[in-house]
């Protein structure tokens, strides 16, 4: 048996290492340190280095099958063992498109869009003394002598029709006809024509009777004309002069007041327009052949909407300098800025709304194509070395790349040809 003396005299295990094994009981808490300290059992006959060298191993142990379970466990996870999932692994299913369209049949246009200007058309002149032709245009008369003056004129936006008082010379009413011959002679019976048609027209029209409306000024046209012009305050002659009335092709809207009761007859009273909205555009000639007389177009107001507008009229190409005058010699760009007025009537005028004056955008119609497959211009896909195609899903998931010939483009569709194109197939687009 070794006593306490004797332990304590022993030298130090030492490990292969070289350093001195330090006892585990070293770790351990003060009270079971000073227990290690007695004298040791006589039937504890293993060496403490056996102990430790038990306790190492078991140690290692259990670091191993740690480290194992661990290695385990992130396989399982790896594999969807926790997940629930008794089943073998699958791979991906192949990437389709991200969204669908279908091959569509239609009419393609193509259209160009110009700058317009809704309103009620440019202004012409009503001048006292003369006789308005079938635009509003004065045209020469006998000037008003000295001792007449105006004494009654219509107010700015008011609306004047067959047989309204356009202006008061004296508390004459001169009144307005419809028609497209101007009053340019004096109209008496035997007269002959078809400004005698004209007056004959509008004297049936306004409820007069007693002859034939035609082209022969008779004795029954004399005595229709001297009640009308009793009804105007004027003198019962049964002629007709030129200034008597304004003649217009039809309604008209007064546009500006020229003149002022009080004032001397003799030179423009009003100025007046048509009653119903017109847009009006200078086109560039390079788009002459966009526009003809009755063909249609898409006028776009303001708020985004959109009325259907007829052409009616296409002057002659201007430049500005030309219109103002401007001669060779002036600052003007001649032909560099012509223009091609042209005129468009809307049917529809109440989807004009209480616009009267306004910009507009005037689509007109550049091309169309007829019964042809077309797709959105974001579908087509650029092939390796040149081309296009589109992406066609495929029923496992993934997709074709089928090439297509281009054809017009227009509102973001192009046309498209190709082996196997239908109308209907789903193609791809960008989600």
Do not use: C
Not at 7 to 34: C, F, K, M, Q, S
Not at 110 to 133: F, Y
Not at 413 to 428: A, H, R, T
Request: glycine share 12%; net charge negative; no cysteine.
């Amino acid at each position: 048996m070794t006593t306490k003396e004797e332990a304590e005299h022993l030298p130090a295990v030492v490990e292969p290492g070289g350093a001195p094994a330090v006892p585990d009981d070293a770790e351990r808490t003060p009270a079971v340190a000073e227990e290690a300290a007695q004298p040791a059992a006589a039937e504890d006959t293993d060496p403490p280095t056996a102990d430790r060298r038990k306790r190492r191993i078991r140690r290692t142990a259990v670091i191993v099958v740690i480290a194992i379970a661990v290695a385990a466990a992130a396989g399982l996870a790896a594999t969807g063992a926790f997940s629930g999932d008794d089943g073998p692994a699958t791979a991906a299913a192949p990437a389709g498109p991200a969204a669908t369209t279908k091959v569509q049949r239609m009419t393609l246009t193509s259209t160009e869009t110009v700058d317009g200007t809704l309103g009620h058309g440019k202004p012409t002149a009503v001048t006292n003394g003369s006789a308005a032709s079938a635009s509003g245009q004065s045209g020469g008369g006998q000037a008003a002598a000295d001792s007449e003056f105006i004494t009654w004129v219509p107010g700015e936006g008011d609306t004047l029709e067959r047989g309204d008082t356009v202006y008061r010379v004296n508390e004459r009413k001169v009144p307005l006809l419809y028609g497209s011959v101007p009053l340019y002679r004096t109209l008496e019976q035997g007269s002959e024509g078809s400004d005698v048609r004209m007056l004959e027209r509008n004297l049936a029209d306004l409820g007069y009777d007693g002859f034939d409306v035609d082209d022969e000024y008779t004795y029954g046209t004399a005595q229709a004309v001297e009640e009308w012009q009793d009804d105007l305050n004027a003198e019962e002659t049964g002629t007709v002069r030129p200034g008597d009335a304004v003649v217009a092709s039809g309604a008209r809207r007064v546009a500006e007041l020229k003149t002022s009761p009080g004032a001397v007859a003799g030179g423009e009273v009003l100025t007046w327009t048509g009653t119903e909205r017109i847009v009006s555009m200078d086109l560039d000639p390079q788009h002459e052949d966009l526009v003809k007389e009755g063909s249609k177009a898409t006028v776009r107001l303001p708020d985004g909407s959109n009325v259907v507008g007829k052409v009616t009229d296409i002057g002659t190409p201007a430049s500005d300098a030309a219109a103002s005058g401007g001669g060779a010699g002036g600052e003007g760009q001649g032909a560099d800025e012509a223009t091609l007025p042209v005129q468009l009537e809307i049917d529809d005028q109440k989807k004009l709304g209480r616009y009267q004056a306004a910009s507009v955008d005037v689509i007109l119609e550049a091309d169309s194509r007829r019964d042809v497959l077309a797709v959105p211009v974001n579908a087509l896909m650029a092939r390796p070395g040149g081309g296009y195609a589109l992406e066609v899903p495929k029923a496992d998931g993934g997709s074709d790349m089928v090439p297509v010939e281009l054809g017009m483009f227009a509102s973001g569709l192009v046309e498209v040809k190709g082996s196997g194109i239908k109308e209907g197939m789903s193609v791809g687009v960008p989600k």
